[in-house]
């Protein structure tokens, strides 16, 4: 297939096009500023997807079979700082993408990326959430990435498209920047580690339960999706197993080289944090077969390891 990829230069983007290359896919890496160094064979073109123009360029000359679309402002924290600008990328710029698909190359598969957030305080109910849970996005980041995906599908619906739109939940792995819980801690041990960091651990709420995909996984269950997946639905990415913060920090702890003591930073508790947020991936699983592959405790030692060869 001939895939074009939004978002290419992130964290998702560098997995997603090295694994669909290996599939023997022809890939082009869309790319704002940040150019990762792709495998042999993947072509880069430049792409801002609030430029309407530019878009309506790419799509026509690339004429790609499927457009997997991870370019956003993927942050919460910054959603709080910055909502208009999240909105902006990530509602914007999905009509922008779905529109200008609509017009160039209409028989395109479009993967729209959202996220498990979407359900925000739906979670609270307790149980694995499934795509018909109602969503009740609690930040301004879900609150886009649900609008983005119902958008998409009402475009598609409207103009026969082929829109599939997933909600990944937390994913983590080689690659993934501060801001995230896994990286957080992987990056302040490998900071100790190597004598630029204080012995110190700051850490958040530990209490929350939250379900992990390594973000290998996570662009498998895309790939999967863009064979098998029906058109028109929503899907979760996720490993139906939820586990503590606090599993996760002594996982990560134990690989650690030097003694290292942990000290909670109130700054890193965040406000109204929703208990046990785990979503159900049956919906994926039945239609593609895909089970997450990679052990948990493996994938964060790989991510530790990642950090402490940067
Ligand atoms: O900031 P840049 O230039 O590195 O590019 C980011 C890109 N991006 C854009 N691309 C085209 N036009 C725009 N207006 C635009 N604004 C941002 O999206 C970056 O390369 C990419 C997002 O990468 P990350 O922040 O690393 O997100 P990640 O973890 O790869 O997540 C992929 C998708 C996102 O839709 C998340 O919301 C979702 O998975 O969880």
Known sequence: MRILITGAGGFVGYHLVAYLRSRGHIVYAGVRSTKPEFPPGVQTVHLDILNSGTLHDVLSFIRPEAVVHLAAQSMVAVSWRKPAQTFAVNVLGTINLVEAV?????????????SGEEYGLTATGGGLLTEDHPCSPHNPYALSKFAMGQVALQIARRCGLRVIHVRPFNHFGPGQQEGYVVSDFASQIARIEAGLQPPVLRVGDLSPCRDFTDVRDVVEA????????MEGEIYNVCSGEGRFIREVLDLLLEEARVPIEVEVDPARIR????PVFVGSAAKLSGATGWRPQRDFAVSLRETLDWWRQK
């Open 271 to 274: 406000p109204a944090e929703i």
């Open 102 to 114: 609509a017009q160039t190359v209409p028989e395109c598969k479009i993967i729209t990326v959202g």
């Open 222 to 229: 895309y790939a999967a999706l863009l064979e098998y997946g």
